[in-house]
């Protein structure tokens, strides 16, 4: 049994890398119910993990945590983020893997990074979030001894779409089931990518808040 609230030994990063296009705004600092949704995500996941960063190419900065940029310059996509994390993971001393969460989905489980340990991965095996039958490339465990690998795939700008990539490697799923609400179940996962997904993320902050 996983303990629900359980700390890991795994480090986080967080990534909050990308253009925030559809939002109009950056989505770290975006308010969901007054709060930056940056601070939504640190909620879920500091109780998790050992250590924290957050990878941002938008000159955020943070008091408590350190903020790293992309060491690709174009925005690349995700992978950029996923490569400056397994990097951070490999200043943590022991660290095998890192867990990067996006900072657009603040309903994360409460035990993610132990549900997904619970898949007992070897040191090259990634392991990625799934609900609703829908794997979430960007949610996941990551080798850290993929960091080379990683950087390496993204010197050719043709290697940068993170589904092509993952078909190199050996992925394991985990699955995680709706969240319920007093108006019925959430997908933990819900991504806030517009100011409609912002409205009815109120919308279901105040249901699990009832
Ligand atoms: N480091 C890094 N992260 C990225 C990049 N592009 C997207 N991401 C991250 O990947 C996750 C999913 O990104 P999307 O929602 O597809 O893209 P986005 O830039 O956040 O939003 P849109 O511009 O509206 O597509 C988010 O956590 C983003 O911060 C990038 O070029 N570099």
């Not at 308010?31 to 939504?40: I, Q, R, S, V």
């Not at 850290?144 to 993170?162: C, D, F, S």
């Not at 819900?190 to 009815?200: E, K």
Request: aromatic share 4%; with cysteine; hydrophobic share 45%.
């Amino acid at each position: 049994m996983v303990d629900p609230r359980c700390r890991t030994h795994v480090p986080g990063v967080i990534l909050a890398g990308g253009l925030s296009r559809r939002m109009g705004q950056s989505k770290a600092a975006t308010l969901l119910a007054g709060k930056p949704m940056l601070d939504h995500i640190l909620a879920r996941l500091l109780p998790q993990v050992s250590a924290l960063a957050i990878n941002s190419n938008a000159g955020l900065t943070h008091r408590d945590f350190p903020t790293i940029a992309d060491a690709v310059e174009d925005h690349p996509g995700p992978l950029a983020g996923i490569a400056r994390a397994t990097q951070f993971a490999r200043t943590v001393p022991d660290a095998r893997h890192v867990l990067t969460v996006p900072v657009d989905t603040p309903f994360l489980p409460h035990n993610l990074a132990a549900a997904l340990l619970g898949a007992q991965p070897g040191n090259d095996a990634v392991v990625l979030a799934c609900s609703n039958g829908r794997m979430h490339p960007v949610i996941g465990l990551w080798p850290v001894m993929l960091a080379e690998q990683i950087t390496h795939w993204l010197q050719n700008p043709q290697n940068r779409k993170l589904m092509v990539f993952l078909q190199t490697l050996n992925v394991v799923s985990v699955d995680f089931a709706d969240v319920e609400t007093a108006i019925g179940p959430v997908d933990p996962f819900f991504n806030v990518n517009t100011p409609d997904d912002l409205a009815q993320a109120e919308h279901y902050l105040k249901a699990l808040q009832s």
